[in-house]
């Protein structure tokens, strides 16, 4: 299993030289498997640069991984060309509602006056499935997703692959109603599909002075985002959706303050960036620039 990020930016897209080296696109993560369709976690603003990639080396079936239906996370899909090739088989996944189908929901979004084409005319062959609380196969993986606190409907994916573990939970607020010291997560939401994780990507927007001013907002401090990790036994830990407010020097400061919490060795908690690349196989785990 190949994974890639794409974008990682939390809320909104930025631009601007401060933010060049960890990225301004919002979320997005390409899974390429052993065998069998390409993985799209989330369809931020970064899945454009993807579908530009996807096009240029054609994939026949995509499923793309929705965690929830807030604009940072969805914003990209119209531009996602694989939607605009015929004959591409593209299934969407999301978190079920009691109020509306997934297809429902993500055409209020595709569809005038927010969007000039109707998420029922594009050429490719676009199925939708709620997000499975139960293993499912896809290719040679195995992929489950499991609610998360988050405002709305959301979930995190885990996905499975020769022994090896990847768990996405991008938005993700575990300290809401609980005292993380005395209720391990592993207990609580999140903690299931997280649990045991060879690499898991986590939210991290806030640093611990910042969380204070955004209780309920649906994010992690780097207080939570550590004892979640730490009570998950996750292996390694890629820190996610940065605040759009913060610089690439304030992101380090921010990386130096989780290594000092990490019980491991440096090099198994990093930031995502866009261009970052983690290979897990039966020969462990690696990350690359």
């Known amino acids: 299993m190949l994974a890639r990020v794409w974008g990682c930016r939390g809320s909104l897209a930025v631009s601007g030289p401060e933010t060049v ?19 799209v976690l989330d369809a931020g603003t970064g899945i454009r640069a993807l579908g530009v990639a996807i096009d240029q080396d054609p994939v026949d079936e995509l ?3 929705l965690t929830h239906l807030h604009l940072d996370h969805l914003q990209g899909l119209g531009f996602f060309r694989p939607l605009f090739r015929p ?12 109020v ?3 297809a429902d929901r993500i055409a209020t979004y595709l569809s005038p006056p927010l969007f000039p084409v109707r998420l029922t005319d594009v050429p490719a062959q676009v199925t939708f499935h709620d997000a499975p609380k139960e293993a499912v196969t896809i290719g040679s993986a195995t ?27 991008p938005d993700h607020e575990p300290s809401i109603g609980v005292d993380l010291r005395d209720e391990p997560r592993v207990r609580t939401d999140g903690g299931d599909v997280a649990h045991d994780a060879d690499v898991l990507f ?28 730490h009570d998950a036994a996750a292996h390694a830990l890629v820190l996610f959706h940065h605040d759009p407010y913060h610089t690439d020097d304030e992101l380090d400061t921010l990386l130096a303050d989780a290594r000092l919490r990490w019980d491991g060795a440096h090099e198994q908690i990093c930031l995502a960036h866009e261009g970052l690349t983690v290979t897990l196989d039966r020969d462990g785990v690696r990350f690359a620039d």
């Not at 080296?21 to 993985?39: A, F, H, W």
């Not at 992929?143 to 939970?169: C, D, F, S």
């Not at 002075?209 to 994010?219: F, T």
């Open 21 to 39: 080296r960890y990225g301004g696109n919002t979320s997005c993560i390409e899974v390429r498997l052993d065998s069998g369709p390409t993985l």
């Open 63 to 65: 499923h793309v991984l």
């Open 87 to 98: 004959g591409a088989d593209v299934h969407i996944w999301g978190p079920a509602s009691p």
């Open 100 to 102: 509306q189908s997934l």
């Open 143 to 169: 992929m489950r997703a499991g609610k998360v606190a988050h405002q709305g409907p959301t979930v995190g994916y885990r996905i499975e692959e020769n022994g090896r573990t990847l768990v996405y939970i």
């Open 202 to 229: 986590h939210d991290a927007q806030y640093r611990d002075d910042e969380y204070v001013q955004h209780i309920g907002w649906g994010h992690s401090c780097t207080e939570h985002v550590m004892g979640f990790a």
